[in-house]
T-cell receptor, first 113, second 113 residues
Framework: SQQGEEDPQALSIQEGENATMNCSYK?????LQWYRQNSGRGLVHLIL?????REKHSGRLRVTLDTSKKSSSLLITASRAADTASYFC?????????????FGEGTQLTVNP | DSGVTQTPKHLITATGQRVTLRCSPR?????VYWYQQSLDQGLQFLIQ???????AKGNILERFSAQQFPDLHSELNLSSLELGDSALYFC????????????FGPGTRLTVL
């Protein structure tokens, strides 16, 4: 079963706009990671945020983590048509769950030129 | 390019058959993970190997098995295939056992007819 739920399931914006995707999870985590998947292709690692971090930046990406609410958000600023893809959050859990990743259901982002 | 390679890219077979999917991790990575992505179940963790030994098991069916060889490449064996086994199978690798980024291969698309 999926650990997380992503919101929205689909998002359509114009080039240059910002895109925000949210992820909620259920159990305690060690870290949360965001991945991008172009249609039917492999997953590309975007960013990892640890449970003791609240915000992280990488280029046009900004990730926040609120462990009290068990939620995270991914913000893509100044979006481009090439950002069109599915975005997944994945959690790595506590001691007993090893280093496996538990994925959310993903947000399909479409950036219109 | 993540550095993780998977073969074959596509596999079409019939129900009841057996197939083997192959994965080569990034150079220096000791952990290999297998994930299944299907429309109804999403992305699910199957199994993890570290330096040749099984470390964690997810919702892997008894008809499925895997191993990691001394050269660290891994194989996922799927037998008595059913229509519902049609999915994308991903291999990922990471350096150690710590909860860090996992780097995904391009996947093998399995179609069972």
């Amino acid at each position: 079963s999926q650990q997380g739920e992503e919101d929205p399931q689909a998002l359509s914006i114009q080039e240059g706009e910002n895109a925000t995707m949210n992820c909620s999870y259920k159990t305690s985590i060690n870290n949360l990671q965001w991945y991008r998947q172009n249609s039917g292709r492999g997953l590309v690692h975007l960013i990892l945020i640890r449970s003791n971090e609240r915000e992280k930046h990488s280029g046009r990406l900004r990730v926040t983590l609120d462990t009290s609410k068990k939620s995270s958000s991914l913000l893509i600023t100044a979006s481009r048509a090439a950002d069109t893809a599915s975005y997944f959050c994945a959690t790595a859990g506590g001691e007993t769950s090893g280093s496996r990743l538990t994925f959310g259901e993903g947000t399909q982002l479409t950036v219109n030129p | 390019d993540s550095g993780v390679t998977q073969t074959p890219k596509h596999l079409i077979t019939a129900t009841g058959q057996r197939v083997t999917l192959r994965c080569s991790p990034r150079s220096g990575d000791l952990s290999v993970y297998w994930y299944q992505q299907s429309l109804d179940q999403g992305l699910q963790f199957l199994i993890q190997y570290y330096n040749g030994e099984e470390r964690a098991k997810g919702n892997i069916l008894e008809r499925f098995s895997a191993q990691q060889f001394p050269d660290l490449h891994s194989e996922l064996n799927l037998s008595s295939l059913e229509l519902g086994d049609s999915a994308l199978y991903f291999c990922a690798s990471s350096f150690g056992l710590a909860k860090t980024e996992q780097f995904f291969g391009p996947g093998t698309r399995l179609t069972v007819l």
